[in-house]
Each structure stands twice: as structure tokens, then as C-alpha cells.
């Protein structure tokens, strides 16, 4: 399988958010990842720490079998559309920065692409057959081979082909789904704890869609109460901020942004997630989140939010709002300095 770099990008918006998800034993078939269900290896810690701009991941595994345990991993990526909407633009179909160590140790990983359409049939070899790569597929439309308003631009004997075959509408837009994940081959020993991190930037929505204005409704009818669980305290915050102009950013609202992890995945390995604690970095004191997760938290300093639970079966994925998780003055934005890595790297003191 031909791997493709993950690529760097700016302004990753999607309309209705986006997720990342556990590691799992998986592969890719006809709709997207398969996830199965292990009996031997087992999840005995997870430490999740997120912020808007980047999210760590630690893992501990132990395989609790007397035979070594080698399995293919799997890292899902949500699946994104090939012509998003107007206000979901994302970037390229990959986290930025992703990586994947095991035991300390860098580990190699191929990237996994598949299209596939709304009915679930998988055209990713009807697409091969009329010349794209998987890197093609992956980067549509985001590739140079795009015009305007993600029109693809192909042969004329290629774009009939595919008009033929469904794959685009009149506009010569394409209306499959990419599906792309990373995998790789590890191998469990018996008895033997394996230390698995990852580090990623991850898919995020923000502008118009996900900005603060009293009373609206985001699209698809979500809003902070019903779909974050905002507090009243919150809401009354953000109507506050929004009444000043300081506060906007260009699309007029108080900006905000939405960052999804898929949690159910951990079901998968043998008792869900034994001891799991997700920190939340505000990044700045004046940010405020809210979520639905189940978990309890505690405030450890002024950005800084943490939920301990033992014995997870994760019955939800975790959707977090981060509001004015940026201030503006003006048409000044006084959004924290970012380099690549968060303001304030979390720490895992408690693995061993």
C-alpha cells in the first residue's frame, strides 16, 4: 500500500464539526473502517488531552493473553465530503502534524483511501480506472487539478466517464465521500504493557458556522444547549461578549470553534477504557467550553479541565465548543501565539 505525506493546512473548518477517534483493531472495507472487538489485549489506560488547536493521546495496552497478540491498528479519519458545503471547508482530509509513537519509539504508518457514495457503493477503482491516485481522491478538491467552486477539472473523456458512472453532477462536481485512515502492524507480547502516543492537529469547524449569536440556531438545527449542554452561565457569558463589538470577529459573532473525538472506539478493546482521564486546555482563561461528556470535572488552574473515570464504556463521542476561544480587539486578533504545538504542553506524569 502507497503512503502519501500528511499534509499542512489552514482554515480547517467543517460544518457540523469533526472527529478523531481511538485506535482499534480494524481494516478498511466497502463504507469505511471496520472496527472488531478483542478479548485479549486490553485499553488499561487513556489520557486525552485537547485544546482548539492540537490534541495528545496516550495510551496503555497490555496484552492480558499467554501468546503474543499482532494485529493491524487502525486510526480512522472522519469521512469528508469530495464537494463540501460553502461553510464546511476542511483541509485536505488529514489532521496536521499527525504521528504515532509506540513505546517511545516513531512507527511507521500507511494511509488507507477509499471512495465511497452515499448508497455505500465503493468507486474508489472507478476512479484508478480513469487515472486518480488514492493521493488524488484524498485531496479532492483540494488539489490543483480544481476549479472554482470545487468543479473537477479532468479530460473531457474522463469527466464523461464519470458522469456516466455517478460520480459527478452537471456542475462536474464530484458527490463521493473520501474515507481515509492510518494503519499499522503491531504486535502484543504477552504480558507486557505497550505505550502508544499520538499527536495531531485536529479537524476543527469555526467561522460563521460555529460563531456565537444570541438565539441561533447553528445549521443542521444544533445549538449550545441542546447539542454542547451549555449552562446558562455560559450562554449569559457569550450574550455578554457579543453585545460588545470588540468581541466579533469578521463574520460578526463571537468566534467559536468545535473539535469532536469519537470515544466508542475504546469499546473495542477488552473491558472498554479501564482508567481514563481527558484534560480540556482552554488555552486562555477567557475561553469558555462546553460539552455534554458524562464525566465529572475539576478545575487544576485557570485553563484547565479534568474528568477521571475508571471502567469507561464510552456510550457517547465527546463534542466540545470552545466560545470566544480567541479575543479580538477591533479587527486585531489577539489569538495566542501557536507554532505547531499548543501554548501550554500537557504532561502525562502518571504514565510509567
Known amino acids: 500500500m502507497k503512503t502519501f505525506p500528511v499534509l499542512t493546512f489552514t482554515a480547517a473548518l467543517l460544518s457540523g464539526g469533526t472527529a478523531m477517534t481511538n485506535d482499534g483493531f480494524g481494516s478498511l472495507g466497502v463504507g469505511g473502517v471496520v472496527l472488531g472487538h478483542t478479548d485479549k489485549v486490553a485499553m488499561v489506560k487513556e489520557e486525552l488531552s485537547i485544546n482548539p488547536f492540537f490534541i495528545h493521546v496516550s495510551y496503555i495496552f497490555e496484552n492480558e493473553s499467554d501468546q503474543d497478540v499482532s494485529e493491524t491498528i487502525s486510526f480512522p479519519l472522519p469521512p469528508y465530503p469530495a464537494n463540501p458545503h460553502e461553510s464546511g471547508v476542511i483541509a485536505n482530509g488529514q489532521p496536521d502534524g499527525f504521528t504515532i509513537t509506540v513505546d517511545g519509539q516513531p512507527r511507521r504508518f500507511e494511509t488507507r483511501v477509499r471512495a465511497v457514495m452515499e448508497d455505500g457503493r465503493d468507486v474508489t477503482d472507478l476512479l484508478k480506472a480513469q487515472g486518480f491516485s488514492e493521493r488524488d481522491i ?80 447553528w445549521d443542521e438545527g444544533e445549538d449550545l444547549i441542546k447539542d454542547f449542554c451549555a449552562s446558562k452561565a455560559t450562554i449569559d457569558k457569550l450574550t455578554a461578549l457579543y453585545k460588545n463589538p ?41 475561553t469558555l467550553v462546553a460539552t455534554c461528556f458524562e464525566g465529572k470535572f475539576t478545575k487544576q488552574d485557570g485553563v484547565t479541565l479534568i474528568s477521571h473515570i475508571k ?6 463521542n465527546l463534542r466540545l465548543y470552545f466560545g470566544n476561544y480567541w479575543a479580538w480587539v477591533g479587527s486585531q486578533s489577539m489569538r495566542p501565539s501557536f507554532d505547531g504545538s499548543p501554548s501550554k504542553t500537557p504532561e502525562f506524569p502518571n504514565v510509567p
Do not use: C, M
Open 138 to 217: 484524498a485531496l479532492t478538491p483540494y488539489e490543483h487539478s480544481i476549479q472554482d467552486e470545487h468543479r473537477l477539472d479532468r479530460a473531457p473523456e474522463v469527466l464523461k466517464a464519470l458522469g456516466k458512472a455517478g460520480l459527478i453532477d452537471e456542475e462536474r462536481k464530484p458527490l463521493w465521500i473520501n474515507h481515509v485512515a492510518y494503519e499499522w502492524k503491531e504486535t502484543f507480547p504477552a504480558h507486557k504493557p505497550v505505550k502508544v502516543y499520538h499527536g495531531y492537529r485536529p479537524f476543527s469547524s469555526s467561522g460563521a458556522w460555529s460563531g456565537f449569536v444570541p438565539d441561533h440556531n
Open 246 to 286: 470588540d468581541y466579533h470577529d469578521s463574520y460578526g459573532d463571537v468566534p467559536g470553534t468545535v473539535v469532536e473525538y469519537v470515544l466508542t472506539t475504546g469499546n473495542s478493546w477488552k473491558d472498554g477504557i479501564r482508567d481514563f482521564t481527558l484534560k480540556i486546555d482552554k488555552v486562555a482563561p477567557y
Open 311 to 316: 471502567n469507561f464504556h464510552p456510550k457517547e
